[in-house]
């Protein structure tokens, strides 16, 4: 499967986002996917990950609340939509695909990685 996310960009604190990533294949249902992000100087660290039906999602601590996860398996598409933005969230964000069809929070279950989407949050 190929993914290509989309949606970043420079945004001032308190301000919003969506993200969304695309994929390529007739199984993305069977998919669990997942975002990340790598902050300058940082290791990619989890945001949030939803199984391949959409009925479970996960998400860090330091986004829960502020961050939605969604999929439509009809477009082959996951959306993150980011509110309430703060500087730390900085980052590039990057989409991922687990085959097993769960929404894993750890870097190596994922198989598949799309190109990274910049955001950056002002103060």
């Known amino acids: 499967v190929q993914l290509q996310a989309f949606g970043g960009g420079l945004v001032q604190a308190g301000g919003s986002l969506r993200l969304s990533c695309a994929a390529s294949?007739?199984?993305?249902?069977?998919?669990?996917m997942g975002w990340f992000r790598q902050a300058p100087g940082k290791g990619r660290e989890f945001v949030a990950a939803?199984?391949?039906?959409?009925?479970?999602?996960y998400y860090a601590d330091s986004v829960k609340g502020r961050f939605t996860i969604s999929r439509d398996n009809a477009t082959n598409t996951v959306a993150m939509q980011m509110n309430s933005l703060k500087p730390e969230d900085t980052a590039v964000y990057y989409c991922?695909?687990?085959?097993?069809?769960?929404?894993?929070?750890?870097?190596?279950?994922?198989?598949?990685w799309g190109k990274g989407t910049e955001v950056t949050v002002s103060s």
């Open positions: 991922a695909a687990d085959p097993t069809g769960n929404a894993k929070t750890i870097t190596v279950h994922y198989d598949y």
């Open positions: 294949g007739r199984t993305f249902r069977s998919y669990g």
């Open positions: 939803i199984s391949g039906s959409g009925s479970s999602t």
